[in-house]
């Protein structure tokens, strides 16, 4: 059974920075891919970025980009999000997701993910 545990969230002010960690357990093949989501209080859930387990490709939101970035680790089976120059508006819910047959392009799309985590809240005050 796949597992997806985030940790990381937590209050930071605007300015500040927090690393999300996701560690994905019960999972044994190699051409995946791995992302987060975010979804704000009223808001649909947006992609953030997202990773290519087999050819380290990455994506950003454009909204993220040059503030976020992802990485993995691969003996840990654990995907990172740097988050930098945090603003009020990235404040909602992260969610770590696993695309069971990514290969080597992430996806922007939510409907390609097959697994998904509890969430983490991050909340970005002003």
């Known amino acids: 059974q796949v597992q997806l545990v985030e940790s990381g969230g937590g209050l930071v002010q605007a300015g500040g920075s927090l690393r999300l960690s996701c560690a994905a357990s019960g999972w044994t093949t190699s051409n995946y891919c791995m992302g987060w989501f975010r979804q704000a209080p009223g808001k649909e859930r947006e992609f953030v970025a997202a990773?290519?387990?087999?050819?380290?490709?990455?994506l950003h939101a454009n909204s993220v980009k040059g503030r976020f970035t992802i990485s993995r680790d691969n003996a840990k089976k654990t995907v990172y999000l740097q988050m930098n120059s945090l603003k009020p508006e990235d404040t909602g819910v992260y969610y770590c997701?696993?695309?069971?047959?990514?290969?080597?392009?992430?996806?922007?799309?939510?409907?390609?993910?097959?697994?998904w985590g509890q969430g983490t809240q991050v909340t970005v005050s002003s």
């Open positions: 997701t696993l695309d069971a047959v990514g290969g080597y392009l992430p996806s922007r799309a939510a409907e390609r993910y097959d697994y």
């Open positions: 990773i290519s387990w087999i050819s380290g490709s990455t």
